[in-house]
């Protein structure tokens, strides 16, 4: 889920760089061949209109002489105030960084994922096993290797080093572990094994059809991908429950979001130009599965408005934003303007920088 309209904007994007688990994607979808357009990144600046909220990111791409992804990086800072909380004004800093290494083969050999997440406050107070703190900092690396037979990837092990540092408590680094199993059948991806750091163990099995199923070992985190519907479900049990559907472009047109009593939905509209996530390398060497970096975006298209309803205790609330944009002679976006037409005074502005793109 990578657009959200303008009620969850910044939430989602906060969710989007501390949800950084999930680094394969089951989507097995075609991609597109290497483009003469390299897309190296991003500058975006957000502005909620009272001043009480403020988000400035960035994207940086670097692929190597062949294309292949080498670098890929994605920051934000974020600020707001927050005078009805204890925490009073606070300001954040995330940055994800991958680093991919490949064989003499070209085949992908480890690939290291660098996030720093830091946090500021005004007013001291306790979070979780955090203590109480101003100031804190959390930088997790982890490198996963692979293994491959016959040109195929058969494992990957993860180790995984995360560093708290906080403001008056003393430093903790605590280290873990992950591990991902592919099988085969007659040559085509059968099925999945995924340890996690905390000892889950997630199932994915593949069909003929190009769907799927993957589950963790209670049932209680569950995702099913049909592609006649082009429909994905996530069900979060007893939390919530998440409903996908794709157009044939890949681009997310529906979302509906199920909490205890709770409905959120979301629609979607594109223009049929090229979305420039879609020149980011996220197809490797002997690897059945796209590998996703700092794609924030699923399909092949540029989103061009959100309408979103919320139904919160019976209570509806209704969102717009629309997009508009500036291309190149190529197709791409030079420049976006996102505005909230039910949300006075909301302006995100994005410009997209390229190499060898008229």
């Known amino acids: 889920m990578q657009h959200y309209s303008f ?3 910044f939430k989602w994007t906060i969710i989007f760089l501390f949800n950084t688990s999930t680094f394969f994607s089951c989507t097995t979808e075609d991609h597109p061949e290497a483009a003469a357009c390299r897309y190296t990144g991003f500058q975006r600046t957000e502005n909620n209109g009272d001043g009480s909220a403020k988000q400035q990111s960035y994207k940086s791409v670097k692929l190597d002489e062949e294309g292949k992804l080498a670098e890929a990086e994605y920051g934000i800072t974020y600020t707001f105030s927050d005078n009805n909380s204890q925490a009073g004004d606070v300001s954040s800093g995330n940055v994800q960084k991958y680093v991919m290494n490949y064989d003499g083969d070209d085949f992908l050999k480890t690939a290291t994922h660098t996030a720093f997440q830091s946090n500021k406050n005004k007013r001291r107070f306790s979070r979780g096993d955090f203590g109480p703190y101003y100031e804190i900092s959390v930088e997790t690396v982890s490198t996963t290797s692979f293994v491959y037979e016959a040109g195929k990837v058969v494992s ?3 180790k995984i080093v995360e560093t708290l540092i906080g ?3 003393n430093k903790k680094v605590t280290e873990s572990e992950s591990s991902k199993v592919w099988k085969y059948s007659g040559g085509t991806l059968a099925s999945t094994i995924e340890t996690t750091s905390s000892g889950g163990v997630y199932t994915t099995a593949f069909a003929a059809d190009g769907g799927y199923t993957r589950s963790n ?3 209680s985190d569950v995702t099913i991908y ?9 069900k979060l049990i007893p939390f919530a429950e998440y409903t996908i559907v794709s157009d044939a472009n890949g681009n997310e047109v529906f979302v509906r979001t199920v909490n205890a009593s709770n409905v959120y939905t979301d629609t979607f509209k594109y223009d049929q130009q090229k979305n420039p996530d879609w020149l980011i390398p996220k197809d490797f060497k002997g690897i059945p599965e796209p ?3 700092i794609q924030t975006s699923a399909g092949q298209n540029n989103l061009q408005e959100i309408n979103s309803v919320s139904t919160i205790g019976g209570s509806e609330q209704r969102y717009n934003t629309k997009v508009s944009y500036t291309f190149n002679s190529s197709g791409y976006p030079t420049g976006d303007t996102w ?3 039910s949300s006075s005074g909301f302006v995100r502005t994005t410009s997209y920088m390229y190499e060898n793109c008229p």
């Open 217 to 219: 070992a209670t049932g």
């Open 291 to 293: 590998i996703i970096t």
């Open 167 to 169: 403001d008056k408590v």
């Open 226 to 234: 049909d592609p006649v519907s082009r429909t994905r479900t996530i």
């Open 339 to 341: 505005q909230s037409l």
């Open 7 to 9: 009620r969850s904007i």
């Open 156 to 158: 990957s092990s993860t």
